[in-house]
Structures are given as structure tokens and as C-alpha cells.
């Protein structure tokens, strides 16, 4: 297999590594520049190529909207640039594109990058701002989950995938996005793999074809649960990876930056971004939230489809409340009978609230026939 050139942070929101400022590009250079055995000062030389990944993007990000709000603050350095009060009011507009727990990430990884470019600065007036919003996502947690069905779900995948075979105006990049983006959905929808197990699927390795379609194959070392986890995909989804693998695959393999180089240059990684290079996890999880903001006015995160399809199990289909177990990849039962419960919580509401609807529609008959026998 062919080794293409690194993926780019940031290329895809307009700012790739090599157009930061120069301070910022120095500093995350010498990030990742061999340690200095008579320096004890942390570096990043012990990051994970995805990590490393990960974290530049969310800086891009930063920078992109540093040169949309202030540009003239791109000629200061790294440090002078990233005041509290800036750095606040860049997560406020965050937020309006991304959730609260999303927006948690993405500050510890802004965090993390500043640590990197610039070691010797001090970055403590960071942890108030991450405390506050590490509460802010809990909070948001105990309050419940966005659920939308796993049948709605998929369909719109299935739809989005559709679109893409229309073509119409789209480019040959814009219609395998499209493509890729609607069979991740549908995929969520009834195998709702981690993030993590989703990004890193490789074809032929976690992803086999069989005489009967295919099938996917996490071992113990990959898993949270460090057990082995398999099942095969829907047949509904065979023609579907198909048409990705052998046709919307390449178009985006083709990218600018095509796969990643070493230590990840030989994988055959399923899910590609537009530039060619394995998925980034905070792109990932920007795609997902997008479109089904715009579909169900509901920002769903990859991990949210594991709580949609379990609940929806539970709620639709109690009597195979068991396969909720194996699907999400858990040792116990504890999680099914936890969405079995708030199934039966989602049922309890609703024939209350329409016994309440009952009762109002027939006082308000009452009233009227009151009304009408006093004239």
C-alpha cells in the first residue's frame, strides 16, 4: 500500500499547521522535537499520533476563530494571545455550535495545546474554567440524554445516502462525504460501537467480509471491557459498505493528505475524513452533532446512539431486552435494566400525560355544558 503525506490539522477549517502564525508553529514543533535528557520539563514526545491529531485541530480551531474575530491578534505570540477573557469568550461562541460536553473536550485540548507551545507559561487559570464546565456537562448528563428512535435514525441515514446517489450539484468529495456521513449514521443506528472502536475500525482486521455480508471483530486488547466483542452488521447495510469500500473509499483516500504516515500509514482505516487521512475524533463528533441538529433540532453525539438504541430496545422490543448487553459490548446487565427502566419511565409519562389530557378535555366539555344551561 501507498503512504501518502501526514494529515494536516486544521486543513479542513482553513487554518493547516503551516499557515499558523510562526511562534505557533515553532512552539508546536519544538513540542515534539526529541526530549532533552537534562530537561525534565514535559513534553509531547509521548502522544499518540491521534492524540497529537486531535489536539492541533481543536488549537486550529482556536486560531480560525482568533482571525474571524480579532485578526490583528495573530501577530501576538501564542501566550500574550490566549487572555482568559478571550479564551472565554471563544468557548461562549463554541457553544453554540457544539454541546456542553463537547465543549469540555475541546477547552482541555486548547488547554493542552497551549501547555505544548508554550511550556513555560502559566496556564492554572485554566481550571476554574474546566471545573465549571466538567459540572456544566455532568449536569447536563443527570438531566438525560437527547433520544431519538434507532429506526428514525437509521432512516435518515438511509436518506442521506440516497441524496448522495442523486448527485445534483455535488462534487465527486462532497457526494462520498455525503455518502460516508449517512452509512456512519445508519451504521450507529444498530451497531453503536465507541468512538473510539469506531474510528480505529480497520478493513480487513475489525472489519471481515463474509459469505453472508459482514461482519465486525473487536478483540479483548481494543475493547473497554477487554472481552472480545463480535457481531455481524445488518444485511440491510451490505450493499451500502459496498458502494463506500468499493467506490466513495477511494474518493476520499485520493484526498490531499491520503492516509496517515507512520505509525498508522499502513492501516486500512474505514472511515476516512475529506483529506484522506483516518477520521478525526473531534471532526467525528462535529458531523454527527450537525446533521442531527439539522434533522431532529437535537444535538446527538456518537455516544448518544448507544443510549437511543439501547432505549429504544427496551422501549419497543422489551422481550430482547438481553441483545442490549451484547450490542453495547457490556459484561452485566446492569445498563439494559437501567434503559429498561427509563423505557417503562418514558411509557409511564406518557400515559399520564394523557390521562391528564383526558381529564382536562372533559371538565372542559362540563364547563361548557354549564355555560349553556345557565343562559
Not at 454527527?288 to 431532529?296: L, W
Not at 448507544?306 to 446492569?334: K, N
Amino acid at each position: 500500500m501507498r503512504t501518502r503525506n501526514p494529515a494536516t490539522p486544521g486543513g479542513r477549517l482553513g487554518m493547516p499547521l503551516d499557515a499558523w502564525p510562526a511562534s505557533d508553529q515553532a512552539g508546536w514543533n519544538d513540542a515534539f522535537a526529541p526530549p532533552d535528557p537534562f530537561n525534565l520539563r514535559p513534553t509531547g514526545a509521548e502522544l499518540r499520533a491521534t492524540s497529537r491529531l486531535a489536539i492541533a485541530t481543536c488549537y486550529a480551531r482556536w486560531l480560525v476563530w482568533v482571525r474571524a474575530t480579532e485578526p490583528e491578534a495573530l501577530a501576538q505570540t501564542p501566550e500574550a494571545r490566549a487572555t482568559r477573557e478571550r479564551v472565554i469568550r471563544y468557548l461562549h461562541d463554541l457553544h453554540d455550535e457544539i454541546t456542553i460536553r463537547s465543549l469540555h473536550g475541546y477547552a482541555c485540548r486548547l488547554k493542552r495545546a497551549l501547555e505544548l507551545i508554550c511550556p513555560d507559561a502559566d496556564w492554572s487559570w485554566f481550571r476554574p474554567i474546566l471545573g465549571r464546565l466538567e459540572r456544566r456537562a455532568r449536569a447536563a448528563k443527570s438531566v438525560g440524554r437527547p433520544f431519538v428512535p434507532a429506526d428514525q435514525l437509521s432512516a435518515f441515514g438511509t436518506e442521506l445516502m440516497e441524496l448522495a446517489e442523486t448527485r445534483s450539484v455535488q462534487t465527486d468529495l462532497e457526494q462520498a462525504e455525503r455518502f460516508r456521513d449517512g452509512l456512519i449514521i445508519a451504521f450507529l443506528a444498530s451497531r453503536p460501537l465507541r468512538l473510539k472502536n469506531m474510528l480505529e475500525l480497520e478493513i480487513g482486521i475489525h472489519l471481515i467480509e463474509s459469505s453472508t455480508g459482514y461482519e465486525v471483530t473487536l478483540p479483548p486488547e481494543t475493547t473497554k471491557t477487554k472481552c472480545t466483542l463480535e457481531f455481524p452488521l445488518p444485511t440491510l447495510l451490505v450493499p451500502a459498505i459496498r458502494r463506500y469500500l468499493g467506490h466513495y473509499r477511494d474518493i476520499l483516500a485520493s484526498g490531499p493528505n491520503g492516509l496517515l504516515a507512520e505509525p498508522l500509514g499502513s492501516a486500512r482505516f474505514m472511515w476516512l475524513a475529506r483529506s484522506g487521512a483516518q477520521f478525526p475524533i473531534a471532526s467525528f463528533e462535529d458531523m454527527i452533532s450537525r446533521h442531527t441538529m439539522q434533522r431532529f433540532k437535537q444535538r446527538l453525539t456518537p455516544h448518544d446512539f448507544r443510549h437511543c438504541v439501547a432505549t429504544s430496545i427496551a422501549q419497543f422490543d422489551p422481550e430482547q431486552i438481553h441483545i442490549i448487553r451484547i450490542i453495547l459490548g457490556h459484561t452485566t446487565m446492569a445498563t439494559a435494566d437501567k434503559h429498561y427502566i427509563h423505557a417503562k419511565g418514558i411509557e409511564a409519562a406518557h400515559l399520564v400525560q394523557a390521562a391528564v389530557m383526558t381529564k382536562r378535555k372533559e371538565l372542559s366539555r362540563q364547563a361548557k355544558a354549564r355555560s349553556g344551561s345557565t343562559r
